[in-house]
T-cell receptor, first 113, second 114 residues
Framework: GENVEQHPSTLSVQEGDSAVIKCTYS??????FPWYKQELGKRPQLIID?????GEKKDQRIAVTLNKTAKHFSLHITETQPEDSAVYFC????????????FGKGTKLSVKP | GAGVSQSPSNKVTEKGKDVELRCDPI?????LYWYRQRLGQGLEFLIY????????KSGLPSDRFSAERTGESVSTLTIQRTQQEDSAVYLC????????????FGSGTQLSVL
């Protein structure tokens, strides 16, 4: 089945710097790649997603890139702010299993003021 | 309701007891997922329901785990003969339809097995 690897597991940056989180997936048939943010004690929430027919998507300070050939995708956060501190999860869908999502193990991002 | 509702929010049980967790998805959402999140860990897929199709049970860790869903409404996750390693937050999520749609998560049930 699908396997999603996520790196790094923890990331600490200074406020204003950029943060990059990377994920790889194993199933070449996967076609949907969302990113979820989970603040401490709260539920995960979708922040951005990308489908396999595009290579990059941007939403204000957040961008996601996808390399289908290499089977990896990345989350980029620019001009980080303390409120960006959270755990970020990448995920990939398995085509043919009616929408099942497999998540990475998460990256704990700490933004120091 | 406005969002995905889960109950109870916290459950403490003794090893060997059965527990039942409930999820009320957003009205009209046909897809429903259960995930398990151990402390400081990622989201582990358990089971997925889509409309009247057969559920995807490929993530259930053992035959002690089962789940039901009535139509496109409430779902219950049952854990029989609970073990200490079952302690985790059990998250339910729903989406408008299957195939690459945004998931809306509930706030989870914190299960503690003593």
């Amino acid at each position: 089945g699908e396997n999603v690897e996520q790196h790094p597991s923890t990331l600490s940056v200074q406020e204003g710097d950029s943060a990059v989180i990377k994920c790889t997936y194993s199933d070449s048939a996967s076609n949907y790649f969302p990113w979820y943010k989970q603040e401490l004690g709260k539920r995960p929430q979708l922040i951005i997603d990308i489908r396999s027919n595009v290579g990059e998507k941007k939403d204000q300070r957040i961008a996601v890139t996808l390399n289908k050939t290499a089977k990896h995708f990345s989350l980029h956060i620019t001009e980080t702010q303390p409120e960006d501190s959270a755990v970020y999860f990448c995920a990939a869908s398995i085509r043919g299993s009616q929408g099942n999502l497999i998540f990475g193990k998460g990256t704990k991002l700490s933004v120091k003021p | 309701g406005a969002g995905v509702s889960q109950s109870p929010s916290n459950k403490v049980t003794e090893k060997g007891k059965d527990v039942e967790l409930r999820c009320d998805p957003i009205s009209g959402h046909t897809a429903l997922y259960w995930y398990r999140q151990r402390l400081g860990q990622g989201l582990e897929f358990l089971i997925y329901f889509q409309g009247n199709s057969a559920p995807d049970k490929s993530g259930l860790p053992s035959d002690r785990f089962s789940a039901e869903r009535t139509g496109e409404s409430v779902s219950t996750l049952t854990i029989q003969r609970t073990q200490q390693e079952d302690s985790a937050v059990y998250l339910c999520a729903s989406s408008l339809q299957a195939l690459n749609e945004k998931l809306f998560f509930g706030s989870g049930t914190q299960l503690s097995v003593l």
